[in-house]
């Protein structure tokens, strides 16, 4: 059984993994529907054993246009500005940014959106000069081609341009003041104030004395409207797990006992993985291969003998 997990299944993923599937941005494979999980259920075996998301970051998308892409809102959805969860709060080190699975993973347990904010000030900082940071991507991919980095973010010229855009796909909101910011998207006013002038308070003392983001990016402060909120959503790959199986994969009832001639690997496999996604990059396409392979070492030892 090697059918890629369920992530096309947006009836099985809200009833094992307790998310609305539209409030995640899916990368995965919308053929994988959990077929042969169900078909495994009905043969007698475990097939909601630890299942959960392989997030991988978080992007800004349109939900009219799928395709819509902005190279400058996807390159600030990159860097650690200040992020607030469906309360209106900071629910994390922004800096996690910098590995994609922590991001994806911070971001699906707040329910799998955030907003980052930021201010005109950034604004018209950001259509002239670039900030000396680095995107995720980059430093990623960089860091992979042992090349240097730039630590260059911007300039985007056509940043006002790009936000009303955004706006017009849904993505962005801006308003004059940030209680107006707060009935946009649908959280606290009181909340979001005070979340807003603590970090303001946290920018001029240069240090995150709350979450202990890197001084190096305690710079840019949310006080000079109109203020900008952009919804990011945790972007998911596919599931993982579901199916227990033992060392040689063959599935298991939930009494521990072999399903004679039943192996499941790759994304429907559990065991690799516990209640989030590890942060070592192509851990789940390792595990494919290498499960398949010893699955089928020993699936074809069974058939040699029945």
């Known amino acids: 059984m090697a059918d890629g997990g369920f992530v096309g299944n947006k009836d099985e993923i809200k009833r094992t993994l307790a998310i609305d599937p539209d409030d995640l941005y899916s990368m995965g494979e919308r053929k994988a529907t959990g077929d042969g999980l169900q078909m495994l259920k009905e043969a007698g075996g475990v097939s909601d054993y630890k299942r959960i998301f392989e997030n991988h970051a978080a992007t800004v998308y349109s939900k009219t246009d799928p395709k819509w892409h902005n190279a400058s809102l996807f390159d600030l959805t990159n860097i650690p500005l200040l992020w607030v969860n469906r309360e209106g709060k900071r629910f994390t080190n922004e800096d996690v940014v910098y590995d994609f699975a922590l991001w994806g993973d911070s971001v699906y347990q707040i329910g799998g959106y955030y907003y980052f904010l930021f201010d005109q000030a950034t604004v018209d900082y950001l259509r002239q000069q670039a900030l000396d940071w680095t995107s995720s991507f980059e430093r990623t991919f960089r860091l992979l081609d042992k090349k240097p980095m730039t630590y260059q973010v911007g300039p985007y010229p056509q940043l006002d341009q790009d936000l009303n ?15 107006k910011l707060a009935e946009k998207i649908a959280v606290d006013p009181a909340n979001l104030t005070a979340t807003v002038n603590r970090y303001n308070e946290l920018v001029v003392e240069g240090k995150d004395m ?11 402060s949310v006080k000079e409207g109109p203020f900008y909120a952009v919804r990011a959503n945790s972007t998911t790959l596919g599931t993982v797990g579901g199916a227990l199986v033992n060392e040689h994969f063959e599935a298991l009832n939930v009494k521990r006992q072999v399903i004679d001639g039943i192996y499941a690997v790759g994304n429907d496999a559990s065991g690799l993985y516990d209640s989030s996604y590890p942060t070592i990059e192509g851990l789940s396409n390792a595990f494919a291969w290498n499960s398949g392979r010893i699955a089928g070492r020993y699936a074809s030892a069974y058939a040699a003998m029945n």
């Open 165 to 179: 855009e955004g706006i017009s796909q849904g993505a962005v909101f801006r308003a004059d003041s940030i209680q």
């Open 210 to 220: 709350d979450l202990y983001k890197d001084d190096r990016f305690m710079t840019l």
